[in-house]
Structure formats: C-alpha cells, structure tokens
C-alpha cells in the first residue's frame, strides 16, 4: 500500500471540486483494504470510490482510502440466470455493457449512471423504473473496526428509495468489497414502463425490444438531457423526487393540474424534483461558476472553479423557493462533504 501525502481530489470526484486529501491510498486488493485499515495513518478514515454522488466542500483531512479493486466472476448459473460477484471498482457502466455483451438482463435501464459498483448499493441506485435491489442478491463488505468481511443480503441492506443500511445505521462501519447480481439469461423481460423508453423506441420504429434496445433508449435518453462529468462538473441529479401522501398530493394537483407525477402506491405519489425546480426558474440559470443545467433542472453543474460552498449555497436557495412555491421540501440526494 503506498501512501501519498497532500493529493488533489479533482480528478476523483465528478463535480470536479479541487480539495486536497491530507494522505492518500489506492486500494486495489482486499489485503491492501486490510493493510490500510490497520495502518492508523491518521485517525480518521475516508472512502473515495467513482466520486460520482458526493459534493466536497473543503479540504479531506483524512487517510483516504480510494477503492478501485477489480474483478468479475459467474459464481454460479442455470439455464435461466446467472449470479455475477462484481468487484467494488468496476465502473458501473462498463461492468452494464459487459452484461449486455452477454445477452445478461437486469441492469439495462441503469445504463451510464455515473459512479463504481461498490457504491450502488449505499445509494440503492435507480433510473427508469429500475431500482438496484431489483436484481440485487448481496454484497461482502469488511469491518472498518476489525478488517472482518461480513455478507450483507438483500434484507440486511434495508433498501428504500435512495436509501440502505449503509447510508444509515452502518454508515461509516463497513466498506462494500463487492455485490453479487441475479441476471436472466433468456427469457427477459425488457421494463420499458417509463415513458420516455417507449417513445425513444417508438421513434427509433423498434416494437419489441431486446434488452440492449432498452439500453441504447436510456444511454440517449440520459445524454440528450445529462452533461458528461468530463465535460461540464455535475453528481447527477441533486435532489431526491419527493414523495407526497395522498393527502398532501391532492391538495397539491388540485392547485398544479399540470404538474407530472407517479404514482408510487395507493397512498402516495412521486413528484419530480426537477419540474418544481423548473417551474421556480431556476433551470439554465448560473451564478459564477456555479449553475442549474440548462436541459435538467435537477442537475447541478460546476463550469469550472466553483467551490463545493457556492453549490450548497445555490441548493439552499432552491430548496427554498421550491417550499415557498409549492409547500414541498426537497432534499439532496448527494452526500455532503463539510
């Protein structure tokens, strides 16, 4: 394990924030995991992976531990399925497409999300009426405290919208080593629910898809609409949709007829975060080098040397004029760093 000292963040986080890492690691095995936990370089630990759903807003005085262990294995298939352990460093589009090269169904909607397979399950990663627990069966992960590695099932992970264990209870306890998938190999069954999906291939003239079509119709979907984080600094959508009651979502449509909406159960209803940010004018919008995204509103952008404190600062202020507006709070979905 090599240790550097006073390394730029820039490069290891999709909003592109220059903060420094007081000492810095590359993890690229489970012993090197094992070795940097027991160093005690300094007292405190961070985990860095794809930096793909985190907002940095100063310097990282910590041993910082960049996860990028490697690897892909079928633990075990029938006719039917495979079960696919997958390292926490691969990229998670890449480790999508390899499957898809495979003709494995599951992951197609989740195509090109930013980010490294080992996170996905902190944030139970979602896009397109797909969410990660869908084809979920469980992840390894080690002990901060004691190096052990503990397997965590699907119910172990207490996944909700945007939610799991790990980003609650076990937050800060357990670094995910790897996540094992349940994937079809025939037989598949495309979810193309979401609307935009059905349109996509309608314009494309495809009536019955495959899986790489499903594919294909996000990948141009979430372009047309999502900067590249090469390009333009951005963590993806910012805010979670909020869900309403029943109660509450009445009221709500009876006031915005023309508000888009889903319907999540009997009892309550998913509002997209990025039509109330929208309609409160904030799309296309830049203050310094902080901005919205002129063709997502949920989207924050960094044109360049925007600190991680001028977009808490612009979050806050849309944050408020969305609850001024409609009487809905809207929270990150980023994690931030302070």
Avoid at 79 to 88: E, F, T
Avoid at 158 to 181: M, W
Wanted: hydrophobic share 35%; aromatic share 10%.
């Amino acid at each position: 394990m090599n240790v550097q000292e006073n390394i730029s963040l820039k490069p290891y986080n999709t909003f592109g924030i220059d903060a420094k890492a007081r000492y810095w690691s590359e993890i690229s095995s489970i012993t090197d995991l094992k070795e940097a936990l027991r160093s005690k370089i300094h007292p405190r630990l961070f985990i860095l992976s794809g930096g793909s759903n985190m907002l940095i807003t100063q310097d990282i005085d910590a041993h910082v531990l960049y996860i990028n262990i490697k690897g892909k294995e079928i633990i075990k298939e029938d006719d039917d399925h495979v079960y696919l352990k997958v390292m926490a460093g691969e990229v998670w589009h890449d480790m999508v497409v390899w499957c898809l090269e495979r003709d494995f169904g599951g992951l197609e909607n989740l195509s090109l999300i930013p980010g490294r397979t080992g996170t996905a399950p902190i944030q139970n990663i979602g896009a397109y009426g797909i969410e990660l627990k869908d084809t979920f069966v469980s992840c390894e992960a080690m002990a901060i405290d004691d190096g052990t590695i503990k397997e965590f099932t699907k119910e172990d992970c207490r996944f909700g919208y945007r939610e799991s264990y790990f980003k609650n209870e076990g937050k800060g306890k357990y670094v995910i080593t790897s996540v094992t998938f349940k994937l079809s190999k025939r037989n598949h069954n495309p979810n193309t629910s979401y609307g935009a999906i059905n349109t996509q291939l309608e314009q494309w003239g495809i009536k019955e898809p495959s899986i790489q079509d499903v594919s294909k119709a996000v990948v141009a979907i979430r372009q047309s609409k999502l900067p590249d984080p090469e390009v333009l600094g951005n963590s993806g959508s910012f805010f979670k949709n909020p869900v309403l009651s029943k109660a509450k979502f009445e009221t709500f449509i009876s006031e915005h007829p023309t508000a888009k909406y889903f319907k999540v159960s009997d009892g309550s209803y998913k509002v997209p975060a990025g039509w109330l940010i929208e309609q409160c004018g904030f799309k296309g919008k830049r203050y310094g080098d902080a901005g919205v995204h002129k063709n997502q509103a949920l989207v924050l952008v960094n044109y360049g040397n925007a600190t991680g404190h001028e977009l808490i600062g612009l979050a806050q202020k849309i944050t408020e004029a969305v609850y001024e507006t409609f009487g809905i709070a809207i929270q990150p979905e980023v994690n931030i760093i302070k």
